[in-house]
């Protein structure tokens, strides 16, 4: 397929970035008001879950594109954008564990610990929104999508091998 695959992968998790701190918010307020059982909280977990999956999918893809991004834009901006998005992803994965943690866990701890996931959260819209930004510049400022135009060609995949 000549046609970028991270594009299609990174606006799951950066959507769900954007509404996890009113979703795991609102379930946990529900939860220590009464107004839902604590068995609620799991879909805040499941929510978190598919941010991360999708968060790792998004990495993976923009390894396969990076090559050929970077023949257009250079290395720095690349550079850039994969260390937030290294950011972003270990952040949703502790955000996760927390979560977690609050969710199956008994007693007191369980919404200290669904407390401390739920502002997690808020994190991982900072780096969300960090990692879509660079994102943009590498396609909007340094011309990242113009490694697809008609007639630019992917680089060979050597890993480091050149002719002679």
């Known amino acids: 397929m000549d046609e970028p695959l991270h594009p299609l992968f990174v606006h799951l998790p950066l959507a769900l970035a954007s509404l996890m701190p009113l979703i795991a918010g609102g379930l946990l307020?529900?939860?220590?008001?009464?107004?839902?059982?604590?068995?609620?909280?799991?879909?805040?977990?499941?929510?978190?879950?598919?941010?991360?999956g999708g968060g790792l999918a998004a990495r993976y893809t923009g390894e396969?594109?990076?090559?050929?991004?970077?023949?257009?834009?250079?290395?720095?901006?690349?550079h850039a954008h994969e260390e937030a998005a290294d950011y972003f992803v270990i952040a949703?994965?502790?955000?996760?564990?927390?979560?977690?943690?609050?969710?199956?866990?008994?007693?007191?701890?369980?919404?200290?610990?669904a407390l401390v996931g739920t502002l997690g959260t808020l994190g991982v819209l900072a780096a969300g929104i960090r990692v879509g930004?660079?994102?943009?510049?590498?396609?909007?400022?340094?011309?990242g999508a113009g490694a697809w135009k008609a007639g630019s060609a992917?680089?060979?995949?050597?890993?480091?091998?050149h002719d002679d």
């Open 29 to 52: 307020l529900a939860w220590h008001k009464g107004w839902l059982p604590k068995r609620a909280f799991a879909i805040a977990i499941l929510l978190q879950i598919f941010l991360v």
């Open 64 to 78: 396969e594109d990076e090559e050929r991004v970077e023949a257009v834009v250079g290395d720095d901006p690349i």
């Open 92 to 113: 949703a994965g502790a955000t996760l564990l927390f979560l977690l943690l609050g969710g199956v866990l008994k007693g007191g701890a369980a919404k200290g610990l």
């Open 133 to 143: 930004h660079l994102g943009g510049e590498i396609v909007y400022q340094h011309g």
């Open 154 to 161: 992917p680089p060979a995949r050597g890993h480091g091998e």
